[in-house]
């Protein structure tokens, strides 16, 4: 049962970042609703390589007989957070600009293109 | 020369990442080359693209494994199922690299002049650049990971591309966090489904996965996943709002190359549904989502497309509308995909119409954005109300123009006829209503394309575009090559049909083809 508990803090991970990119107007919080859903699917990739006792996937000086964790998830995640880290970047920099021409980061006021 | 052909897959990719990033160091020196230096770089690489298609269709599909000891090599000896990036590239995968590469190719020689007066140019080559990576990435990959690092590429450079002109006044930033915020979400639930099938079956080459393929909960639940993100990013109806948005803010060059992106994730989510899911599968059930997800995005998309007045919201509209047809073909050969006589005797024409509309779309759909970026360059307006009479200044555009709405409305002796045709009749053998209200949607389109002609091209001449001129020669250039594939396409289909596209359409189908050439006999 305990084991389940990293699944049960993606789905609320997950659950949150949702919330807060539907029902919050502010970019900002979109921007850390974004990095939320980021941080669940993160974690959901880190815990399926999770072996119980595990160490890490390093052969040299290795101690004989004991479990590794999966070393593939990890690398995964490391892809998973570089590009995560572009994307936050890439979406602060244009509430950046926005703010600089409609003087708001409001989402239901930048409404100029629409129909 | 055969080391070159060997290399190919690699080099396709290889080619325009490196470029993206020299291109910013020649700048430097000579600003004013760099546009060619990035165009002779999309030529190569279609070149190269054309290379590999040739093989490809004669010897079948080629496997490329990265950081192996042999390219060809799959599976090192020992193992049960491959552990490195492999690029398998079939007729399907190919077929979609073409229209990237001779879509990317024109779009780099149109924004020769297009982009000639922006400053920063060097940074816009350098994301178109690694916009076509990315696709060409998507298109080719047989690994599910790798498919979502290009994914995300193509969303962030796609992004910052929209944006390009936001320093002159705020609506393509606000159309590019639309598309940041949507692409993002898609990418992120794309890795959650990958996880899914990662915590099943340990593996991330999509043949394996194929072969394991058990369809349990979890792989529901990634079906679902990817079905709805990657519709999402193709712009299906439920999932459009970003699409006009983000293509009518846009530089025209690059709302053409984004059509390809979006076709690139509609490719993405045929190449899981057929390759990976294939018959386990409820087909019926998926096959009828594709198809209401189609007559939903080809008629709202339509309706929406008759009432606006900026001409390049209205096309973006119509790729809404377009899309929706590949949906109907493709979701019709699902729908009988159990069903081997049907799918013999009207499945696999259905999908044929739906696939050879993806290259159509391609092709008119950049001619007539390339022609509105024309309008856009010589009158700097995209209000249809304001336009008028430019048919007396622009008399190739003019032309251009004829040719893509033609063939986007579906008049014989264009292309957009012949998959349009092929999609009516077979899909009439599956459901009469469904070819019914894609033919009414083919009015309507045509209906649309009128009155961009009446209100831009028709009547006197207006006084304040007295002194406009024909747009300069390279953008001339890319609306003719397009023009000329569109009538070749139009005059020849049978040719394409047997060639390029029935070869793509087989791909997708043959699942046991598309899992052996990676596991091999075992």
Known sequence: MIGNFPFVAVIMLIALGMYSLMFKKNLIKIAIGLTLLEGGVNLFLITLGYRKGGVAPIYTMAPEGVKMVLPTPQALCLTSIVIGVATTALVLSIAMILYKQYGTIETDEIRRLRG | MNGILMHAPALVIALPLLAAFVTPILGRFNYKKISWFVSAVFGVTLLL??????????????????GGGEAGLALPSGYTFP???????????????????????????????????????????????????????????????????????????SVALISFRSTFNGEPAEAAIKYMVIS????????????????????????????????????????????????????????????????????????????ATSQASLYALFRIIFSLYNVTLNTVTVGWILIILGVLSMFIGVTMAVIQKDIKRLMAYHSISQTGYMLLGVGVGLAVLANPAALASYGIKAMEGGIFHIINNALYKGLLFLTAGALFYRTGTRDLNKMGGLAHNMSYTTLFYIIGAAAIAGIPPFNGFASKLIIYESVYQFNPLLAIIAMLVSILTLASFVKIFH???????????????EVPKSMVFAMAVLSIIIIFFGLFPNLIVKYIVHPAVMALINQSHYTSTILGGM
């Open chain 2, 184 to 259: 993002s979400i898609s990418a992120l639930m794309v890795l959650f489904a990958i996880g899914l099938f990662y915590g099943q079956y340990g593996t991330l080459n999509m043949a394996a996965i194929a072969s394991f393929m058990q369809f349990t909960k979890l792989d529901k639940m990634a079906l679902i996943l990817f079905l709805t993100m990657l519709a999402m990013k193709s712009g299906a109806v439920p999932m459009h709002m970003w699409t006009p948005d983000a293509y009518s803010e846009a530089p025209s060059a690059i709302t053409v190359v984004l059509v």
């Open chain 2, 49 to 66: 693209t054309l290379l590999m298609a040739g093989q490809i269709l004669t010897n079948g599909t080629i496997v490329y494994v990265f």
């Open chain 2, 455 to 469: 209100s831009a091209f028709l009547g006197p001449q207006l006084e304040q575009y007295k002194s406009v001129q």
């Open chain 2, 83 to 157: 552990i490195r990036i492999i690029f398998q590239i079939d007729a399907m995968g190919i077929f979609m690299a073409l229209i990237t590469a001779v879509i990317s190719f024109l779009a780099a020689v149109y924004s020769i002049s297009y982009m000639e007066d922006y400053s920063g140019v060097d940074k816009y080559y350098t994301l178109l650049l690694l916009l076509a990576t990315s696709m060409f990435g998507m298109e080719l990959t047989g690994d599910i990971f790798n498919f979502f690092v290009f994914f995300e590429i193509s969303s962030i450079s």
